[in-house]
């Protein structure tokens, strides 16, 4: 089991920038799925962005391709989600995940360990 835990949430206006930090613990870093979802309230939780810890290959959801941007630090055991022009819809509890799949993996049960959210609240 990956422990995780996100940090870097909070309250910005319409067109700033945020990024996002998931550090996780347990189980080995290296050869993972780790991603970032997010849930808006009453809307169910989409996948935002995935990257392959091995090599880096990331992969995004259309809504933010462009706009966000998957990292990671191995060293640090750390993913990061650089976000970009925040948007009120980018408004959400953001997840960070891992898995053992493929960063193709858009669907939450796919992953296997989560953390506990980061609020994100843009105000337009």
């Known amino acids: 089991q990956v422990q995780l835990v996100e940090s870097g949430g909070g309250v910005v206006r319409t067109g700033d920038s945020l990024r996002l930090s998931c550090v996780a613990s347990?189980?080995?870093?290296?050869?993972?799925?780790m991603a970032w979802f997010r849930q808006a309230p009453g809307k169910v939780r989409e996948f935002v962005a995935g990257?392959?810890?091995?090599?880096?290959?990331?992969y995004y959801a259309t809504s933010v391709r462009g706009r966000c941007t998957i990292s990671r630090d191995s060293a640090k055991r750390t993913v990061y989600l650089e976000m970009n022009d925040l948007k009120p819809e980018d408004t959400a509890v953001y997840y960070c995940?891992?898995?053992?799949?493929?960063?193709?993996?858009?669907?939450?049960?796919?992953?296997?360990?989560w953390g506990q959210g980061t609020q994100v609240t843009v105000s337009s």
């Open positions: 990257i392959r810890t091995s090599v880096g290959s990331t």
């Open positions: 347990g189980r080995t870093f290296s050869g993972k799925t």
């Open positions: 995940a891992a898995g053992s799949g493929t960063i193709r993996m858009t669907t939450a049960f796919e992953y296997e360990d």
